[in-house]
């Protein structure tokens, strides 16, 4: 599952630094609301638009404007999916050119004429999605990717603006891509591209500049735009009109305006970072089941439904636990179906957490093996499996519930979601498990357990977001033991998926590097986790000869992120008695 937020933020923080060096803007928007996470395949699709992105940023001049926009769209099949579109200033090319830009071998549909072209091709023929190009000389290029992706999450991605948002940007070229993010916020939105105009506007507004107003400064140069910055913010200092100022990400924080101003939004930013900084803030829906007062979900005795975890990888195995204690709820573990069979035949379970690859026997295979046993036995029940799988293309999802499983979720595990799919599952299948669906107030009103905030324990050790965010999910000292089993096992998985390239041994090749892009992705080292998921799609069709080249970049990757991650374990040291981490 891809939350679409995370995607575009990756992809503009690695970005970020180039299109500062060359003093080039990259505007995101889209023409409609979209829903927060939709099923596909997060690795391919990220490392397909960085390749598109940064041939963009090569093709195009100093101070050029690159545009990327993404949608949701019907294919004419009748298929849903996601429409991404970059369009750079480059020199363009013919009709002729185009054409064989897309020409690669047998037919296939790839950018061979680009840096990284083949490689993108092929992730896109993984994904059954379609490459195209319109571009003319001199005018610059679009390439458009459209690959197939369900709605995983249709809630809204932020509650409505009904307020007045008034934006200047004497630059009317991007300017335009601002409309489109102003537009997706709602409310009323007045842009000008001439400062007295701008300044006119601003004085009309009198006494009805309100906490609704919102006014945004989009500048280049901070510096010759001073006067402009300083009046417009000491025109409103003490109002409630919220103030944002938007400059190149290299301008952020220099100069006398940072300090005049405070809100600062450094470009490129996503329409979710002005959500932000506007004052909206994404929808939660209430949770289906009442937390007691141990923060565990269980029913109304005080008793858990009985969990089968069947995961073969240890780490993936210290996250659920965690995760699922801080939900006041403990699982049995099976190492592979093999063992979940055996354990099944002496206890009945309300549940079970299935990953889908594992040797000996698979999730796929485990679960019809379930399935044929409970219609042998005919007294009509039916255990809830919930497919929990690296794998996130909505082919895959397809296949876990055509194996019989009932729900899907993709590693990294979030405890929220993770929580909303007990939730359901129980209802559906052990109502008695479940308590009546709290209202509002009684959310409102309930007190939370106290628990020492991630600070308390981190202290302020500077610690990644993802290291954090493992923390809080599964308690500071597991988290730790994780880190460093990965640490541990990190070096032995890369050899093995050496050797396995050297041998040209498949199976090899795919169990290593299927293992080292989950845990690597769990503990924050997202390029070793991207590269192994590349070498994991080469070796699942073969491609020998890309593997090599594969295998030198997961190895450049490890060599510059696990230090950092090293470094964080040296900074926290093993649990004592009077502290953790």
Same mark, same amino acid.
């Given at each position: 599952m891809i939350p679409l937020r995370l995607l575009v933020d990756d992809l503009l923080r690695g970005f970020s630094g180039s299109l500062g060096a060359r003093g080039q803007d990259l505007v995101v928007f889209s023409s #409609? @609301? =979209?829903p927060r996470s939709v099923y596909s395949d997060f690795t391919r699709l990220e490392e397909i638009l960085r390749i598109i992105l940064s041939n963009a940023i090569d093709a195009s001049s100093a101070g050029a404007l690159i545009e990327f926009s993404i949608n949701m769209e019907t294919s004419s099949r009748g298929r849903k999916g996601l429409r991404i579109e970059i369009s750079d200033q480059g020199c363009g090319m013919t009709r002729h050119e185009g054409k064989r830009l897309f020409s690669v071998a047998e037919g296939a549909t790839g950018l061979a004429g680009l840096r990284g072209g083949e490689i993108a091709g092929e992730l !896109? @023929?993984? =994904?059954?999605? %379609?490459?195209?190009v319109a571009s003319m000389p001199d005018e610059g290029t679009t390439v458009s990717l459209w690959t197939p992706a369900e709605v995983a999450e249709t809630s809204g991605i932020w509650s409505s603006f009904n307020g007045t948002l008034i934006a200047f940007d004497a630059n009317e070229e991007r300017s335009l891509g601002l409309m489109q993010q102003m537009g997706m916020l709602g409310g009323h939105g007045e842009l000008y591209h001439d400062p007295e105009e701008f300044t006119c506007a601003l004085e009309g507004l009198g006494r009805n500049a309100s906490s %609704?107003? !919102?006014i945004l400064l989009q500048i280049d140069d901070p510096e010759a735009r001073a006067e402009l910055i300083l009046s417009t913010f000491r025109r409103f200092k003490g109002s409630d009109v919220r103030l944002i100022l938007s400059v190149p990400g290299d301008q952020a924080g220099k100069g006398d305006f940072a300090i005049a101003t405070g809100r600062i939004l450094p470009r490129p930013f996503s329409p979710w970072d002005l959500a932000d900084e !506007? #004052? =909206?803030? %994404?929808m939660e829906p209430p949770a289906l089941l009442e937390e007691s007062d141990s923060g565990s979900v269980c029913d109304a005795q005080g008793e858990g439904p009985n969990i089968l975890l069947v995961e073969d990888d240890a780490a993936n195995k210290r996250v659920a636990d965690g995760l699922l204690l801080?939900? #006041?709820? @403990?699982a049995d573990w099976a190492e592979n179906g093999e063992v979940a069979l055996e354990k099944m035949a002496g206890k009945s379970y309300d549940l079970i957490l299935m990953d889908c690859q594992m040797p000996i026997m698979d999730g796929y295979a485990t679960t019809r093996e379930i399935r044929r046993r409970e219609h042998l036995k005919g007294d009509g029940w039916h255990v809830p499996i919930i497919a929990v799988t690296a794998n996130a293309m909505a082919g895959d999802r397809e296949r876990c519930l055509k194996a019989g499983m009932d729900d899907y979720l993709t590693k990294p595990v979030r405890k929220a979601l993770l929580e909303e799919k007990i939730n359901e599952a129980l209802a559906r299948s052990s109502p008695g498990l479940v308590k009546e669906e709290p209202s509002w107030d009684d959310l409102l009103e309930a007190e939370e357990p106290e628990e020492p905030s991630i600070g308390d324990v981190f202290g302020d050790q500077g610690l990644p977001d993802v290291i954090r965010e493992l923390a809080e999910g599964t308690g500071t000292e597991a988290a730790r033991d994780i880190i460093v089993d990965f640490l541990d096992s990190n070096d032995t998985l890369i050899t093995e998926i050496? %050797? #396995?390239i050297s041998e040209q041994n498949r199976e090899k090749v795919l169990r290593a590097s299927h293992t080292l892009k989950g845990t690597a992705e769990l503990v924050g080292l997202f390029s070793t986790s991207e590269k192994a998921a590349l070498i994991e799609a080469a070796a699942r069709d073969d491609l020998w000869n890309d593997l090599e080249d594969l295998e030198s970049r997961l190895q450049i990757a490890s060599r510059v992120e696990s230090p950092a991650l090293r470094s964080v374990i040296e900074r926290c040291p093993a649990r004592t008695s009077e502290s953790m981490f």
């Open positions: #409609g @609301r =979209l !896109v @023929r993984q =994904l059954d999605g %379609e490459l195209t %609704e107003t !919102v !506007v #004052g =909206l803030y %994404e801080k939900l #006041g709820l @403990r050496s %050797e #396995g």
